[in-house]
């Protein structure tokens, strides 16, 4: 006989049985906001790296992670959930940029544009 279980992973998506999302956006938030802060410390441990190319880098190496298959569970995602994914680009642009902690959005996106 075969176990029936109440998840599985198929093609890196964590499907429950009650087709729930919530555990596979905290299992690529918590990938995401780790991969960034190890991608911070690369680019910033005594390197000089512009904004714009450390942005690149980002969107070419996490922005991906955070997207992937993103048409099956992002209907389901919470305020709170949007926040933390928001919080992970935001750290990453404040930490190249240079931008203290109480930086206000607008501010970090006009860095990124200008930058």
């Known amino acids: 006989m075969v176990p029936a279980k109440n998840e599985y992973e198929y093609l890196g998506i964590l499907v429950t049985e009650d087709l729930n999302w919530n555990r596979q956006v905290e299992k690529m938030i918590t990938s995401c906001r780790t991969r960034t802060k190890s991608l911070i410390w690369k680019l910033t441990n005594g390197r000089k790296v512009r904004p714009r190319t ?4 980002w969107n070419t190496m996490i922005r991906p992670g955070l997207e992937y298959a993103s048409e099956v569970w992002s209907h389901g995602l919470t305020e709170d959930q ?4 928001e919080s992970i680009q935001n750290l990453f642009v404040r930490k190249m940029c240079q931008l203290p902690g109480g930086t206000a959005s607008v501010f970090r996106e006009i860095t990124v544009e200008v930058g």
């Open 54 to 57: 450390a942005i690149y880098v």
């Open 82 to 85: 949007e926040n933390k994914i």
